[in-house]
């Protein structure tokens, strides 16, 4: 009976030290999962018939907010935050973006938001049906296919439509802040 009583301690001592720490990692760090559907065809699920790729989705990278054209991301959808979402960055705030199919031929993308679209235009549901989408809704960067073995490896960065976007340089965005503060003061002193 000891034996047994000391094999359940064992079992729930080390329960309570290894799932907390599982729940930490998989919420600050990253985790694995399936892509479905054929929007990121052909960077991810190229041949749909033969299974999903599985991707690992880092947590992490987001924590700054700080993204780049062609990364591949996780997001909430913004019709429905229970279905996740899987698109490449087009464009970033500040951006001006020549749109596919979307109501304005050009949107310029607000601050605090990016472009995001499917590599497989005529299957996607993305910024050309809901326009620029919050960054607060992307939730991780796709970084690695970690599923199929024949598959694995990086997730590469692919800024493909640079013909589809003006880029607000970082040097236009300093002078906009800058711009911002003089009024801020400005108004300050009236």
């Not at 990692?25 to 694995?32: E, P, R």
């Not at 493909?160 to 400005?186: D, F």
Request: glycine share 6%; with cysteine.
């Amino acid at each position: 009976m000891s034996g047994w009583l000391s094999n359940l301690r064992l079992i729930l001592s080390t329960t309570a030290v290894v799932v907390p720490v599982t729940v930490t990692v998989l919420d600050i760090f990253g985790y694995v999962a399936r892509v479905e559907g054929a929007s990121m065809q052909p960077a991810l699920n190229p041949k749909e018939e033969r299974g999903a790729d599985y991707v690992f989705l880092n947590k992490w990278k987001i924590r700054n907010y700080q993204f780049q054209r062609g990364e591949v991301v996780a997001l909430m959808n913004p019709a429905d935050p229970e279905q996740k979402m899987i698109k490449r960055i087009v464009a970033l705030e500040g951006d001006t973006v020549k749109t596919l199919s979307f109501k304005n031929k050009y949107i310029k993308v607000r601050d605090g938001h990016c472009w995001l679209e499917g590599d497989n235009h005529s299957h996607s549901l993305d910024s050309n049906l809901f326009g620029p989408i919050s960054q607060g809704l992307i939730t991780a960067k796709a970084s690695h296919i970690v599923w199929p073995p024949h598959r694995m490896g990086r997730l590469r960065v692919i800024e493909e439509n640079e013909n589809r976007v003006t880029k607000h340089s970082l040097y236009n965005q300093e002078i906009i802040r800058q711009l911002r503060e003089i009024r801020e003061m400005e108004r300050e002193d009236i």
